[in-house]
């Protein structure tokens, strides 16, 4: 079974980081670009970043660009995101997604999905 | 880059059939052929429903299909069921190598 598992959200004060796990299991890993996806409370879907299949491209909304990284050991099945500068409106529900496309490269399709795991930034 | 435009809310009867738009630019609709539909329920992670170039997986109803016209894409859902109730939102891949996710459009199944 394909399936996507996040970890690494939590409580972090404005200003504070945060890093963020996707373990990936049930298909080649390697083979797909892979992203993060948002949803702050209330509101609708926003991407936030895409990284090839074998890591070497990586793609950022301008919201995050400068202040996420994101990277991915395929070695260990499992995408990260690295979270500096946090600010309040990056509160969400963080989504890790499997890109549709075997190439491994970033497509922006995403057939799976994650349960989330939530990032706070508060005071 | 904005968000696609979806209309905030549709509904309709058991039975029946709806159709939510979707419209961009000629930097994203326009001009990408990955254009998808994802469906969430209430604290639920969103699910895939298609794309305009890749084919619908298994599991996902016939009753779910869609278009692309210019800058426009459509999601229809035919025989409208209980559990079609959602949100509904597009998303396109852009000429600047980033994704864009329309606003939401939440069904209502009355």
């Known amino acids: 079974e394909v399936q996507l598992l996040e970890s690494g959200g939590g409580l972090v004060q404005p200003g504070g980081s945060l890093r963020l796990s996707c373990a990936a299991s049930g298909f080649s890993f390697a083979s797909y670009a892979m992203s993060w996806v948002r949803q702050a409370p209330g509101k609708g879907l926003e991407w936030v970043s895409a990284?090839?299949?074998?890591?070497?491209?990586?793609y950022y909304a301008g919201s995050v660009r400068g202040r996420f990284t994101i990277s991915r050991d395929n070695s260990k099945n499992t995408l990260y995101l690295q979270m500096n500068s946090l600010r309040a409106e990056d509160t969400a529900v963080y989504y890790c997604?499997?890109?549709?496309?075997?190439?491994?490269?970033?497509?922006?399709?995403?057939?799976?999905w994650g349960q989330g795991t939530v990032v706070t930034v508060s005071s | 880059q904005s968000a696609l435009t979806q209309p905030a809310s549709v509904s309709g009867s058991p039975g029946q059939s709806i159709t939510i738009s979707c419209t961009g630019t000629s930097s994203d609709v326009g001009g990408s052929n990955y254009v998808s539909w994802y469906q969430q329920h209430p604290g639920k992670a969103p699910k895939f429903l298609f794309s305009?170039?890749?084919n619908r997986p298994s599991g996902v109803s016939n009753r779910f299909s869609g278009s692309k016209s210019g800058n426009t894409a459509s999601l229809t859902i035919s025989g409208l069921q209980a559990e079609d109730e959602a949100d509904y939102y597009c998303?396109?891949?852009?000429?600047?190598?980033?994704?864009?996710f329309g606003g939401g459009t939440k069904l209502t199944v009355l």
């Open positions: 990284i090839s299949g074998s890591g070497g491209s990586a």
């Open positions: 305009h170039v890749t």
């Open positions: 997604t499997k890109d549709a496309d075997y190439t491994g490269t970033h497509g922006g399709v995403f057939d799976i």
């Open positions: 998303s396109s891949y852009t000429t600047s190598d980033t994704v864009v």
